[in-house]
């Protein structure tokens, strides 16, 4: 027997209709390339989303072809979120700091129809523009007034110009849920990227999970700014479950720097705000040299790489902000866990608070999680063992766009790349991505374990533990650091640093001062590119 409940298909275009009608002034605030603070409202955003299909429509789109995007977070951004996705196209949002090449290869493969770009990637674009075969429209996101007359990229129209004199009405078009909505490539640290391809199902069911007070607990309260760039996942679905909760939304655009991120926080009254740990170091840098204090901000949810627990004390203690740490990945859209604490932890000392809190956190509903060791056979709940983190969802991949690298699925499950404890009270701690993990004479050590004690010295801005090849124990680790400015630190300092917060043989080696660890496009260090700069490098116990 069915059930007798109305059958409404779960629609991107939904929830712009509904932040238009239950919060049609709810402010959206953006700082611009041009440099200025923009404003406007959900009403706005719902009248020129609709604009943005007509256009789409007058240029003869067929349904899922590819919109992409270069640019910053700001509204005209979230106007192709909705009205890309909403009249059926998928939109595409390519990463800017990736190498053109790259650009290039990703454009080509997703088979991009049209471009929208910020006038900042202007050059990037000139530099590709001919070698992206498949792309026939390119949109400068600005109005006529700021569009260069000698672009030399054929075709180039004002996104103002193109969207502005459409008809305001559009009837958005009802389709399966499970049509696809937009793409994002990862970034491909082996082989070439492959995209995760999302569907109007998975992304409503992810901002609806990813609202949930144990999760971001976004509500109409909120003023939510991502700092986390929409090229990357989404903004980890912000713009969607902003919509859907009617939260004011505050856009960064280009300036991601720690003042401009601050200040940005203190005008707009930001109560909750969302990014990896590189964009906050910065900001709290900038803090403490000035003196600073946050007068609106609640949380901040850190993720994409393990947030240093110095940083989470940082935040609480410091400043009386709350940190959900959380962990997911483009194939997962992103979220997978965050970490909140359950009722009997209420009643524990800082400290013990503390322990659970640098953890990645419990699941989230609607992701299932497990661990394996090498022979496959599932790992107990005890926060000991340790193995390859697999997961199951309705926002996880199945496959891959194209059905590039083959059928990732291990009977079914999405293996992460990643190895982890879970405990018993369900919160999963990373130890490492598999790749990263040191192999020393048998024993596992885990880099992000290293590179959180480092960054808890007072003089370490940031800390990279890699293995480096040794005869007898296989690989050692050292770490690499970046110090604080003007800060004195010596190696015999910060290896003396390490006694007693960690078993002997997981010291490192050795300390290598380094300027700047080199950051990959999602502000991620590139483990990678460390080790060919370091590749001359000898250990000086081996
Ligand atoms: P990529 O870095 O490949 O572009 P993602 O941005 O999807 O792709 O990164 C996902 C990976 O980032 C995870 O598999 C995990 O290794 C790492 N990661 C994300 N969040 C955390 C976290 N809170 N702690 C530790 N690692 C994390």
Request: charge should be negative; include cysteine.
């Amino acid at each position: 027997m069915l059930g007798l409940m109305q059958s409404q298909q779960l629609l991107i275009s939904s929830l712009i209709d509904f932040a238009e009608r239950h919060h049609g002034e709810g402010e959206i605030v953006s700082r611009r390339v041009e440099g200025d603070i923009h404003r406007c409202s959900y009403k706005d955003i719902a009248r020129r989303s609709r604009q943005v299909a007509n256009a789409l429509d007058g240029m003869q789109l067929a349904f899922g072809d590819r919109v992409a995007t270069l640019a910053w977070n700001g509204y005209r951004h979230l106007e192709l979120y909705f009205g890309v996705s909403g009249s059926g196209r998928v939109l595409h949002t390519l990463n800017p700091r990736l190498h053109p090449d790259q650009i290039v290869w990703i454009a080509n493969h997703s088979e991009d129809q049209v471009l929208c770009f910020d006038m900042s990637f202007l050059p990037i674009v000139k530099a590709v523009h001919a070698r992206c075969t498949t792309i026939k429209h390119f949109i400068a996101l600005c109005d006529a007034t700021n569009l260069p007359a000698d672009s030399g990229i054929p075709g180039l129209q004002s996104y103002e110009a193109w969207m502005g004199n459409q008809a305001a009405q559009y009837a958005w078009p009802e389709f399966d849920e499970n049509s696809a909505s937009s793409m994002c490539y990862t970034s491909g640290t082996t082989g070439n990227p492959k995209a995760a391809l999302y569907s109007h199902r998975s992304t409503i069911l992810h901002a609806w999970a990813g609202a949930m007070p144990d999760a971001l607990n976004m509500s109409a309260r909120d003023s939510v700014l991502p700092v986390v760039p929409m090229f990357h996942v989404n903004a980890w679905g912000l713009p969607y479950s902003a919509a859907m909760t009617g939260a004011k939304m505050v856009f960064p655009g280009p300036a991601m720097d720690g003042k401009s991120i601050f200040d940005l926080i203190e005008s707009e009254k930001v109560t909750f705000a969302a990014g990896v740990p590189t964009v906050w170091q910065m900001m709290l840098g900038h803090m403490q040299q000035g003196g600073l204090r946050f007068s609106t901000l609640k949380r901040t949810v850190i993720g994409g790489s393990a947030c240093p627990p110095a940083m989470i004390s940082a935040f609480n203690d410091d400043y009386g902000v709350e940190v959900l740490h959380a962990w997911g990945m483009t194939e997962m859209s992103p979220l997978g866990t965050v970490c909140t604490l359950k009722n009997k932890h209420l009643s524990l000392d800082a400290s013990q608070k503390m322990a659970v809190r640098i953890k990645q956190g419990r699941g989230i509903y609607g992701v299932d999680m497990k661990i394996i060791d090498e022979k496959g056979e599932e790992l107990p709940w005890d926060g000991k063992a340790y193995g390859d983190l697999l997961v199951k969802g309705p926002w996880v991949i199945r496959e891959y766009f194209k059905g590039e690298g083959g059928s990732p699925l291990v009977k079914g499950w999405f293996p992460t790349g990643d190895v982890a404890t879970i405990d018993a009270d369900g919160y999963l701690q990373i130890t490492d991505r598999s790749k990263d993990v040191i192999k020393s004479g048998g024993e596992w050590i885990s880099s992000i374990d290293v590179e959180n004690i480092a960054m808890a010295h007072p003089a370490v801005a940031m800390a990279a533990c890699i293995g480096m090849k040794h005869p007898k124990w296989d690989e050692r680790p050292v770490v690499v650091v970046v110090k604080k400015p003007g800060a004195d630190l010596a190696r015999e300092e910060l290896l003396a640093f390490f006694e007693g917060k960690t078993a002997k043989w997981q010291i490192p080696d050795d300390v290598i001062f380094i300027d700047a660890i080199p950051l990959g496009a999602t502000g991620k260090m590139q483990k990678v590119k460390l080790r060919e700069t370091l590749k001359d490098y000898h250990l000086p116990t081996a």
